[in-house]
T-cell receptor, first 110, second 115 residues
Framework: AQRVTQPEKLLSVFKGAPVELKCNYS??????LFWYVQYSRQRLQLLLR??SRESIKGFTADLNKGETSFHLKKPFAQEEDSAMYYC????????????FGPGTRLSVLP | EADIYQTPRYLVIGTGKKITLECSQT?????MYWYQQDPGMELHLIHY???????EKGDLSSESTVSRIRTEHFPLTLESARPSHTSQYLC??????????????FGPGTRLTVL
């Protein structure tokens, strides 16, 4: 079965420090991985997807199939990055439905 | 403006009441989804639809039902609400993109409290 884990419920870093939000998945096949973000009082929205291989708001994520990971990274955290981050997986074997991780709350301190 | 709407945003009701949570999208998407999310927890898919007259149950068992009579409308109904239904309900939509997984666009959510 497909599953997404995010080991940290809360991650606090200081402004300007590097940040890494961990995501591991289990899936027997070639999944598509995503990061969604929810800022305070805003709706859940897509941050980035692995097939795009792009940097959004300074964030990048690399799919590591050997380690079945899709960690989200940013070299210098900003206060406006404080939000709830969800890693998600979509597996074609299951009709392309999403499985979301439990989420990590990132708090960037001044 | 193309968007996805949910009403009501907040609902407090008594046990045993029948309720319908509305979800509409003006994005022209054919796929729509309902997720349930407890505070600080993961999202669980409870229903989805790939088009008009198509509805399927998701990974999380739910006592709710859905209908898809129009492309833009995907209401969720609870025939008899119970305190265990207290949660946040998120509606999402996406469009088909060939063999690639579609980006999901989320509504603002309905926070339901059953007393």
């Amino acid at each position: 079965a497909q599953r997404v884990t995010q080991p940290e419920k809360l991650l606090s870093v200081f402004k300007g420090a590097p940040v890494e939000l961990k995501c591991n998945y289990s899936y027997s096949g070639s999944p598509e991985l995503f990061w969604y973000v929810q800022y305070s009082r805003q709706r859940l929205q897509l941050l980035l997807r692995h097939i795009s291989r792009e940097s959004i708001k300074g964030f990048t994520a690399d799919l590591n199939k050997g380690e079945t990971s899709f960690h989200l990274k940013k070299p210098f955290a900003q206060e406006e990055d404080s939000a709830m981050y969800y890693c998600a997986l979509s597996g074609h074997n299951y009709g392309q439905n999403f499985v979301f991780g439990p989420g990590t709350r990132l708090s960037v301190l001044p | 403006e193309a968007d996805i709407y949910q009403t009501p945003r907040y609902l407090v009701i008594g046990t045993g009441k029948k309720i319908t949570l509305e979800c509409s999208q003006t994005m022209g998407h054919d796929k729509m989804y309902w997720y349930q999310q407890d505070p600080g927890m993961e999202l669980h898919l409870i229903h989805y639809s790939y088009g008009v007259n198509s509805t399927e149950k998701g990974d999380l068992s739910s006592e709710s039902t859905v209908s898809r009579i129009r492309t833009e409308h995907f209401p969720l109904t609870l025939e008899s609400a119970r305190p265990s239904h207290t949660s946040q309900y998120l509606c999402a939509s996406s469009e088909s993109a060939g063999g690639r997984t579609d980006t999901q666009y989320f509504g603002p959510g309905t926070r339901l409290t059953v007393l």
